[in-house]
């Protein structure tokens, strides 16, 4: 089996999730969201799928927020072995196994791909049933309304060049949101490219960590500020968190 870091290997697993539209069909697997991790913003509908499940896969950081609402077999992962988790959980849909891919957020905000590696795993119609994305929360928090947004995700593998030059794009004429990733695109690696694309260094940009826990936190600041901390791809080139969102408000 290819190895999942490997988008030479075969087409973008987002490009093979947005495909086609999906079709009615009996005893699908779901792909479900389950809001940004605070237990108060699962569905009704993502709970259910969840809790009457066979078998559940998905990221082990994902799969502990659930754990206690189902007694399904859990398939944990990280990057390293997702694909021997996406194999036994193909091999446990085959054998006719009720199944339920659990993603943080709403899927269609920036969980394509690994719909696109469940759907390419399993014999089966995947449906998706959408979550409350930190997106919305964020959009929320800094009144951003998304009709009048630009949003983008760099929470992926791959090129993200297209992504940043949307940003550069809008910035300015739109509020920006951006799903960073962890750890070489974080808030302040964007905030700097920005800037060196002719931004002003003023503009009002905020970093919201871990919507809706406990511990939430909002940084406000702006681009020139969040700049200085550009560089760096490990946890500790950053104070922020990989459970962040960067809004950048327009005029």
Request: with cysteine; hydrophobic share 35%.
């Amino acid at each position: 089996m290819s190895d999942p870091h490997d988008l030479e290997a075969g087409p973008d697993p987002a490009t093979v999730a947005a495909s086609a539209p999906e079709v009615p069909a009996e005893n699908p697997v779901y792909a479900v969201g389950i809001g940004p991790g605070n237990p108060e913003y699962l569905t009704p509908r993502g709970e259910r799928a969840i809790r009457e499940a066979d078998v559940v896969v998905g990221f082990e950081t994902v799969v502990d927020f659930v754990r206690e609402k189902t007694d399904a077999e859990l398939l944990s992962c990280g990057y390293a072995d997702e694909a021997d988790a996406l194999e036994t959980f193909a091999r446990r849909v085959g054998d006719g196994a009720d199944g339920t891919a659990v993603l943080m957020g709403d899927p269609n905000h920036s969980g394509y791909q690994f719909v696109g590696k469940v759907q390419a795993a399993v014999d089966r119609t995947v449906r998706v049933v959408p979550g409350i994305s930190s997106l919305q929360v964020a959009a929320s928090r800094a009144r951003t309304p998304m009709e009048e947004t630009t949003f983008v995700t760099l929470h992926k593998s791959g090129d993200v060049a297209p992504d940043l030059q949307r940003l550069r794009d809008s910035v300015g004429d739109r509020h920006l949101l951006v799903l960073p990733r962890p750890y070489d695109w974080m808030p302040g690696d964007v905030a700097a490219d920005l800037v060196d694309a002719g931004a002003s260094p003023s503009r009002d940009a905020l970093v919201l960590e871990r919507l809706t826990h406990d511990d939430e936190e909002v940084t406000r600041s702006t681009l020139d500020e969040l700049g200085t901390y550009a560089g760096g791809t490990k946890p500790e080139d950053t104070p922020f968190s990989d459970l962040s969102v960067l809004a950048v408000r327009a005029d």
